[in-house]
């Protein structure tokens, strides 16, 4: 079905770990979007993409990398998890035109 | 920058009351709004948007909200809620694609 997904939905793990969440979108959509969203801040931009192979940095990016070699997938990767990474997080996709869509989520938890 | 204050973090309101969540902007560029919606444990869904001309946006499931420039408001209202409008809610200022959220106001509704 045509939308954004993201996998997996619930995420356990270790500190120390490296975790790669996914995001995958079928409306061909040049711009993504990675947020964590955390009690007491609302949303925060960790990293964004206009295009493929073109990503930059939001307002929280220290300690995550993505990457976006094509334009449906843009994963984001936590190289050593820290117990501070523990959040949920949301991929975003837009069309250019400022409004962004959702994904369902990925709740990460790291022990 | 841009940043966004949404001042009431918790609003309890009775069912078929109305309600305006309050929320207020600071951009140094055009300014594009946006609220959404997000029930329990699921990702975030655009309840309306300002980009441009009137200023009294209506959006789904009977909400609306209002552009105010000289005071740098965009409040959310509902003239009578209903059990289903319990969530929490998010403004958002966009600036170069990027949106800037409040920490969002959790609307209770009393039955």
């Known amino acids: 079905d045509a939308g954004i997904t993201q996998s997996p939905r619930y995420k356990i793990t270790e500190t120390g770990r490296q975790v790669t969440l996914m995001c995958h979108q079928t409306w061909s959509h040049s711009y993504m979007f990675w947020y964590r969203q955390d009690l007491g801040h609302g949303l925060r931009l960790i990293y964004y993409s206009a295009a493929a192979d073109i990503t930059d940095k939001g307002e929280v990016p220290d300690g995550y990398v993505v990457s976006r070699s094509k334009t449906e997938n843009f994963p984001l990767t936590l190289e050593s998890a820290t117990r501070s990474q523990t959040s949920v997080y949301f991929c975003?996709?837009?069309?250019?035109?400022?409004?962004?869509?959702f994904g369902p989520g990925t709740r990460l938890t790291v022990l | 920058a841009q940043s966004v204050t949404q001042l009431d973090s918790q609003v309890p309101v009775f069912e078929e009351a109305p309600v305006e969540l309050r929320c207020n902007y600071s951009s140094s560029v055009s300014v594009y709004l946006f609220w959404y919606v997000q029930y329990p444990n699921q990702g975030l869904q655009l309840l309306l948007k300002?980009?441009?001309?009137?200023?009294l946006v209506k959006g789904i499931n009977g909400f609306e909200a209002e552009f105010n420039k000289s005071q740098t408001s965009f409040h959310l209202r509902k003239p009578s809620v209903h059990i289903s409008d319990t969530a929490e809610y998010f403004c958002a200022v966009s600036e170069n694609e990027k949106l800037t959220f409040g920490t969002g106001t959790r609307l209770t509704i009393i039955p």
């Open positions: 300002y980009l441009s001309g009137s200023t």
């Open positions: 975003a996709s837009s069309a250019g035109n400022n409004e962004q869509f």
